[in-house]
């Protein structure tokens, strides 16, 4: 749309499923195999066959689980003889979707189907407890300092915000000197390395999953911290 009819970045926004796709498989299920052309509406009868994020969740237990690299989505294969593949957007691939609005100066994003991200606190109780979807998208695209209120300060935003692993730190300009240290939620130091001469940071979460403290001193004495979601 950009490249070839010319239209504004800032008029485009980013679709987002909140939901996934189920397709029966007439063999073993995997990545570009055969098909019979319908859905898997007896393992997801309440959304028929195209189930909402929070339904794939409580049906995990049936299915393998997998991320392809090169579209950058999960998806899932059934496990024990269901002859089933799904395809879905986690945290993580939210996360890089919504670092791809940032990146593209798009206007922002929509949304099919939000209630697909409510998270009861149990199966039937009506009670939300969690947004997980919606909550990563809103911390990427959010992630940045305010050049208003501190407009001497680097920008920064770290993706993706949760992670699996992998996790880039990109800033506004190029650093001679950036500590950045990592620190769990007891206030425990779990590494400490300093980095030279760079506007781009690529680093790994070799921890457990869980939350934790990114604090980025530049130079002397301008210091930022990011909380980072990592995830199995």
Request: aromatic share 10%; proline share 5%.
């Amino acid at each position: 749309m950009i490249d070839k009819y010319g239209v504004d970045s800032d008029k485009i926004t980013l679709g987002l499923a909140f939901y996934g796709r189920s397709s029966k498989t007439t063999g073993d299920p995997g990545l570009f195999v055969p098909t019979t052309g319908y859905v898997d509406d007896v393992t997801f009868p309440e959304d028929e066959g195209n189930p909402l994020y929070y339904n794939i969740l409580n049906k995990l237990s049936l299915f393998e689980q997998h991320y392809d690299v090169q579209s950058q989505v999960p998806y899932l294969t059934g496990a024990n003889s269901l002859q089933t593949f799904v395809s879905y957007d986690n945290q993580h691939s939210i996360a890089e979707k919504a670092q791809y609005i940032i990146d593209n100066g798009l206007k922002g994003a929509i949304i099919w189907e939000i209630t697909g991200d409510y998270i009861e606190t149990y199966p039937g109780s009506g009670v939300v407890k969690a947004t997980p979807l919606a909550d990563t998208l809103i911390s990427v695209l959010n992630n940045t300092n305010s050049s208003n209120e501190q407009p001497d300060k680097t920008l920064i935003r770290i993706s993706p915000n949760p992670t699996c692993r992998d996790i880039s730190i990109y800033m506004d300009k190029k650093h001679n000197t950036i500590n950045v240290e990592t620190i769990n939620v007891f206030g425990e130091l779990m590494e400490s390395t300093v980095y030279f001469e760079n506007s781009k940071i690529d680093m790994k979460i070799d921890y457990p999953p869980g939350v934790y403290l990114l604090k980025i001193t530049i130079g002397d004495n301008e210091v930022h911290t990011f909380k980072v979601i990592k995830e199995k």
